[in-house]
């Protein structure tokens, strides 16, 4: 049976400048729950202590969100996203206090080993554990099996393979899947970007290749252009018989009804996003590379492709306006 989960409350936080309210986290959960999501991840956009200067302040405390919804959650399990850097131990554990019971610890597809001591520590708490390798378009095949082993080395649930800057097509897609459900005994499970407009047609690809896990978001809700969209998936789900405990009615009341309302612009692919796929940029770098234009008077699409020149990686987000800078001057 496939396992969904829902992105929505930490992908989606990007969307919507991390703006979310305890309110709004209660209402879109227990809605989930009830369409049959398996996992509910709720964090800042960037995990857990994402909240700063660097990626934005959220606006509701992360662990008042994760409260919230473990207080009408019943079916699901509530999931934190944590990059190791960024999020400590020690956020781990009160996030485990405020409900969450999964924590998917993500670093970026060469620095598995970084998630070590993360992993030691959530396996003693007996948290469901995900290793999840980000900007997966930036290693082969053979290397992201390499990173995938050190993750099953250390006892993680399932891996997950993030295609981070949306970049990927369908075969690139099939040939990472694949190569790590051959070498590792644990399951693997897929996230897309929908920058290319591929998100959908990839996650189903990933599906198809051996992939049991799946990251979607309601509206498509996430950086960049945004991540597989729920309600989409679950249709073409049904449309292919592929086995799967998702309402597809509930999941539509989630969307229009509950997450719709909430977004600050429309979640599409625009020339900024377009080229955030085009040039292999990580997705959550959009709103930032905007700000930088704005402030020195530049093209978010000049940017953007110098980012992805510079092979920019996740963590990285204040050299955008280092580069924003440099192009300035060079213009003048």
Do not use: W
Request: glycine content about 8%.
């Amino acid at each position: 049976m496939l396992k969904v989960i829902d992105t929505t409350l930490r992908d989606g936080s990007h969307a919507v400048s991390h703006s979310f309210t305890a309110e709004q986290v209660r209402d879109i959960s227990r809605v989930l729950d009830q369409a049959g999501v398996d996992i509910i991840e709720i964090s800042h956009g960037d995990g857990l202590a994402g909240s700063s200067i660097n990626y934005g302040f959220s606006k509701t405390n992360e662990l008042e969100l994760i409260k919230a919804a473990s207080e009408v959650v019943k079916n699901a399990k509530i999931g934190v996203l944590l990059l190791p850097g960024i999020g400590t131990i020690a956020d781990l554990d009160k996030a485990y206090d405020a409900g969450a019971r999964v924590v998917r610890i993500a670093t970026h597809v060469t620095e598995a080993d970084v998630a070590i001591e993360h992993i030691k520590h959530a396996k003693e708490k007996g948290m469901f554990i995900v290793g999840f390798l980000m900007m997966i378009h930036m290693a082969s095949p053979e290397k992201i099996v390499e990173q995938a082993k050190i993750f099953e080395e250390n006892g993680v649930d399932y891996i997950n393979l993030a295609d981070s800057a949306g970049h990927l097509t369908q075969n690139e897609v099939k040939e990472r899947i694949e190569a790590v459900k051959l070498s590792c005994n644990v399951p693997v499970g897929f996230h897309a970007h929908n920058n290319l407009g591929l998100a959908v047609a990839n996650s189903i690809t990933a599906i198809e290749s051996g992939a049991k896990y799946i990251d979607a978001t309601c509206c498509g809700l996430g950086a960049g252009a945004g991540n597989c969209q729920l309600e989409v998936l679950s249709a073409v789900l049904n449309r292919l018989n592929i086995e799967n405990n998702l309402d597809f009615k509930k999941l539509l009341e989630a969307s229009e009804k509950h997450v719709r309302p909430l977004l600050q612009r429309p979640q599409i692919i625009d020339a900024a996003a377009l080229m955030l796929g085009y040039s292999g940029v990580y997705s959550s770098f959009l709103l930032h590379a905007k700000r930088a234009a704005e402030i020195y008077n530049l093209s978010v699409i000049d940017i953007l492709e110098e980012l992805g020149k510079r092979k920019m990686v996740g963590g990285q987000e204040d050299m955008i306006i280092d580069v924003a800078y440099h192009l300035a001057n060079k213009k003048e």
